[in-house]
């Protein structure tokens, strides 16, 4: 089954870091790029950037750069999403999606389950 | 960036009814590269439609997406109950969804 799998939600205070995993499975892990979009409650979606599963290539939205870090571990089909110096505005649900384009369109045809990240003191 | 304003930002209708909901481009996109997803309440968003008018897998034909250009619209015609979600526009590439319409099937 194609899928992807996504860790659990997690609780942080401020200033901390978080590490989230988006498990693949179903297909070939290093044919398509991985982005991360993430919704803040009761708001829209937001993008965050993209990790090539091939090479590690990564591109990051401007809003997020110095902040966050995708990181790919082939040998277990996961990518993982760091996000730094957390505040209360990164409270929100993080999906990891697949990106169907060889090259990297930024659109997306699978999408993991949500992971949500609640930073509160 | 290119800019997305979706219009209504509400539709309220009834079962069997055509929602027809709307897709402005700041600039015109190129290629068709727009795609529009789903996502019912608590769920994840899901693929509809992408290059402008083509479906996705497993997405029934009372979707379809239209337009060109600056203009594209998502109908979904003979509306049914779990067709109540919000629906989001994309340009492809690093630009900002569009902010959604909410479909409220009564």
């Known amino acids: 089954q194609v899928q992807l799998l996504q860790s659990g939600a997690e609780m942080k205070k401020p200033g901390a870091s978080v590490k989230v995993s988006c498990k693949a499975s179903g297909y070939t892990f290093t044919d398509y790029f991985l982005h991360w979009v993430r919704q803040a409650p009761g708001q829209g979606l937001e993008r965050m950037g993209w990790v090539d599963p091939g090479n590690g290539d990564t591109t990051y939205a401007q809003k997020f750069q110095g902040r966050v870090t995708m990181t790919k571990d082939t040998s277990i089909s996961t990518v993982y999403m760091e996000l730094t110096s957390l505040t209360s505005d990164d409270t929100a649900v993080y999906y990891c999606?697949?990106?169907?384009?060889?090259?990297?369109?930024?659109?997306?045809?699978?999408w993991g389950r949500g992971t949500l990240v609640t930073v509160s003191s | 960036e290119i800019v997305l304003t979706q219009s209504p930002g509400t539709l309220s209708l009834s079962p069997g009814e055509r929602a027809t909901l709307s897709c402005r481009a700041s600039?015109?996109?190129?290629?068709?590269?727009l795609a529009w997803y789903q996502q019912r309440p608590g769920q994840a968003p899901r693929l509809l439609i992408y290059r402008a008018s083509t479906r996705a897998s497993g997405i029934p034909d009372r979707f379809s997406g239209s337009g060109s250009g600056t203009d594209f619209t998502l109908t979904i015609r003979r509306l049914e109950p779990e067709d109540s979600a919000v629906y989001y526009c994309q340009q492809y590439g690093n630009s900002p969804f569009g902010g959604g319409t909410k479909v409220d099937i009564k």
């Open positions: 999606a697949r990106d169907p384009a060889p090259s990297g369109e930024w659109w997306f045809d699978l």
């Open positions: 600039q015109s996109v190129s290629r068709n590269s």
